[in-house]
């Protein structure tokens, strides 16, 4: 064993330990490993960013900007309705639900996919008065085997095409519908054990919806005493206070007129009321601390309106003097509906808002929104929520105006766990994203265009007729993802330039296959699913394709099976909410544990291997 190959397998190991940490984001974890590459001497300084300009990185991100133009136009949701079964039983809406999931999944961003349907199947479950997780794991699930289906269909695919691309023998990339023959009997398979038999292994979670939250409990209405503590006091101190004893203010009324999220530069004055959520077993001393008079108990600013358009413009200048008098007020006068709604959103994994609190993104001055509680994993928690970071999974109950929250949903990417209105404001703008879609796939899968080349295309046409708004193109790209493929393509391509893989792929072969292709190549497919299901699939990609292609060279077998096996396993996370991103999106909407996900996930892995294995050695021979 070389130094380099010391180094290498020390940077491995470490960036391996790091993603079973989960400590930082996987893409922050891959430019580590790529600086550490540089400085140790295993990448060339003017190679160390060559991998954001790898085709599987270009063809990625384009993939997610005609992803999301798709999404935008209403062309997935027509698609739906007619596709969904309006009365069927348990084992044809799953079966319809997840079939759709998969055939979107095989030409779009998974992801993006269950988004779209994660409405729709809650609706379903409702309709067959079922646990949601019983319809949204079998979905999540659906998705995953969609992607294995075509080339572009999950980053997984596309990286291990790329490491095909670069083999010695010149054999080219694997093509659009290279990874169908396997792929899709797989997910064909998987879909009708899920369907008929499978769900039910799903255990039943309820989770914290808008009932269960019971928001009620916990909002009361109290009035500022003349003389007392909160009077001639700023929003803000009474919020200091407040956070304290794990409450917060939720509304206010002043003259008539009512505030959602009032200012926290806003000057409280005697007679004002507010609407403050408290546990049961603080509001007394928060009532004793702040001056505060009680008026009533309930949720009334679901049930109350609030003052029309009219009125509000009316009172505006009221606010705005006092603000002059008071310091700056930082609300804006909005037009908003009279109507105040609860709705459930779910955060979903890398948006921005992961990590913060409502006070670091100030929902309630910005936005006109609040937050009345978080379910987590099953567990509800309505107590210092201001102040609490919030992660990928989580649902979130919000109070406001309809237009102030699709705002929010809008700004952040949250996902509505209510099924939405259809809206298409375009139709010519659906079929034009459709069309791209349609076209850039015939192109790459005719080999008229490498495939990087006709989804680059197709992502710029999207663009130029405006089938996509200008200003969503950066936020339509997953943006981690990018950065982990491009740090880690470096670090693959060290472990094949220093013999790193081919030592690994010998040791597996000599002490574990015993020299037998067909247990190799079982054996790759097994540690692939392992890694995956405990780190990023496209992470998992990249580590494992030069092991493959080493393996394939120790045994002297055709590599394309090896690959495919590592294809096959980085699509299989179904045992952990970490493994997959629409995996953590069900976690909170299902109620789930961590220790959830095995019990359907273990079956299913198993029946993919058995019917994989064969189709593996039937379609790419040894």
């Given at each position: 064993m070389t130094e380099t190959q010391i180094g290498v397998l020390l940077i491995l190991g470490t960036v391996v330990g790091l993603f079973l940490w989960g400590k930082w984001r996987h893409d922050l974890v891959a430019v580590m490993a790529l600086v550490a590459c540089v400085v140790a001497g295993l990448v060339a300084p003017e190679q160390a960013f060559s991998g954001f300009g790898h085709p599987a990185v270009i063809t990625v991100a384009c993939m997610l900007i005609m992803s999301k133009a798709l999404q935008v136009s209403g062309a997935v949701e027509v698609m739906a309705r007619y596709a969904l079964p309006g009365k069927a039983g348990p084992v044809l809406s799953l079966a319809a639900l997840m079939g759709l999931g998969a055939a979107l999944s095989g030409f779009m961003n998974n992801v993006g996919a269950m988004a779209l349907l994660m409405p729709m199947a809650i609706k379903v479950a409702k309709r067959l008065d079922m646990p949601p997780g019983r319809v949204l794991m079998?979905?999540?699930?659906?998705?995953?085997?969609?992607?294995?289906?075509?080339?572009?269909?999950?980053?997984?695919?596309?990286?291990?095409?790329?490491?095909?691309?670069?083999?010695?023998?010149?054999?080219?990339?694997?093509?659009?519908?290279?990874?169908?023959?396997?792929?899709?009997?797989?997910?064909?398979?998987g879909i009708v054990f899920v369907a008929l038999i499978g769900w039910r292994f799903v255990p039943k979670r309820q989770p914290a919806g808008i009932e269960g939250f019971d928001t009620s409990a916990y909002l009361t209405e109290v009035r500022v005493l003349e003389g007392g503590a909160s009077d001639d006091k700023r929003v803000s101190d009474v919020e200091k206070v407040l956070d304290a004893a794990g409450a917060q203010i939720v509304g206010m009324v002043?003259?008539?007129?009512?505030?959602?999220?009032?200012?926290?530069?806003?000057?409280?004055?005697?007679?004002?009321?507010?609407?403050?959520?408290?546990?049961?077993?603080?509001?007394?001393?928060?009532?004793?601390?702040?001056?505060?008079?009680?008026?009533?108990?309930?949720?009334?600013?679901?049930?109350?309106?609030?003052?029309?358009?009219?009125?509000?413009?009316?009172?505006?200048?009221?606010?705005?003097?006092?603000?002059?008098?008071?310091?700056?007020?930082?609300?804006?006068?909005?037009?908003?509906?009279?109507?105040?709604?609860?709705?459930?959103?779910?955060?979903?994994?890398?948006?921005?808002?992961?990590?913060?609190?409502?006070?670091?993104?100030?929902?309630?001055?910005?936005?006109?929104?609040?937050?009345?509680?978080?379910?987590?994993?099953?567990?509800?928690?309505?107590?210092?929520?201001?102040?609490?970071?919030?992660?990928?999974?989580?649902?979130?109950?919000?109070?406001?105006?309809?237009?102030?929250?699709?705002?929010?949903?809008?700004?952040?990417?949250?996902?509505?766990?209510?099924?939405?209105?259809?809206?298409?404001?375009?139709?010519?703008?659906?079929?034009?994203?459709?069309?791209?879609?349609?076209?850039?796939?015939?192109?790459?899968?005719?080999?008229?265009?490498?495939?990087?080349?006709?989804?680059?295309?197709?992502?710029?046409?999207?663009?130029?007729?405006?089938?996509?708004?200008?200003?969503?193109?950066?936020?339509?790209?997953?943006?981690?993802?990018?950065?982990?493929?491009?740090?880690?393509?470096?670090?693959?391509?060290?472990m094949q330039s220093t013999g790193t893989a081919d030592l690994m792929a010998r040791g597996l072969m000599e002490n574990v296959a015993q020299g037998n292709a067909i247990v190799a190549l079982l054996l790759v497919m097994l540690v692939t699913m392992f890694l995956s299901d405990l780190m990023n699939n496209a992470a998992t990609a990249a580590v494992m394709c030069p092991v493959a292609i080493g393996s394939a060279t120790a045994l002297g077998v055709n590599p394309d099976a090896f690959l495919m096996a590592v294809a096959i396993g980085a699509s299989c996370a179904f045992l952990t909410p970490i493994g997959h991103q629409n995996n953590t999106m069900i976690l909170g909407p299902g109620g789930f544990r961590f220790g959830d996900y095995w019990k359907l996930g273990v079956p299913l892995e198993m029946l993919v291997v058995a019917v994989s294995m064969p189709l593996l050695l039937m379609v790419w021979p040894l």
């Open positions: 079998p979905l999540a699930f659906g998705t995953i085997l969609g992607g294995m289906t075509t080339l572009i269909g999950t980053p997984p695919n596309l990286i291990v095409a790329g490491f095909r691309a670069g083999l010695p023998n010149g054999g080219g990339s694997f093509g659009m519908f290279d990874f169908t023959a396997i792929g899709l009997p797989v997910a064909v398979v002043r003259g008539g007129m009512r505030l959602t999220a009032p200012s926290p530069h806003r000057i409280l004055h005697a007679g004002d009321i507010l609407v403050i959520e408290a546990a049961a077993d603080t509001l007394a001393s928060v009532l004793s601390a702040l001056g505060l008079k009680l008026e009533a108990a309930g949720p009334p600013l679901e049930e109350a309106a609030i003052a029309d358009a009219t009125e509000l413009a009316k009172k505006t200048e009221t606010a705005q003097a006092d603000g002059e008098e008071e310091g700056q007020v930082d609300e804006k006068p909005r037009r908003r509906s009279e109507e105040i709604v609860l709705v459930e959103m779910v955060i979903l994994p890398g948006l921005s808002i992961s990590g913060r609190s409502a006070k670091d993104f100030d929902l309630g001055p910005r936005y006109g929104v609040n937050l009345l509680a978080v379910s987590r994993q099953g567990n509800r928690s309505v107590e210092r929520l201001r102040a609490m970071p919030l992660r990928a999974g989580d649902i979130l109950l919000l109070q406001g105006p309809p237009e102030s929250i699709s705002d929010f949903a809008s700004d952040t990417g949250c996902v509505p766990l209510a099924e939405r209105n259809l809206q298409i404001p375009n139709k010519r703008k659906a079929l034009q994203a459709s069309l791209i879609m349609l076209v850039s796939v015939a192109v790459a899968a005719t080999g008229l265009l490498p495939a990087s080349v006709a989804f680059m295309a197709g992502a710029l046409l999207t663009l130029l007729l405006r089938a996509l708004p200008l200003r969503q193109l950066y936020t339509a790209v997953d943006w981690p993802v990018i950065v982990l493929l491009g740090a880690l393509f470096p670090l693959a391509n060290a």
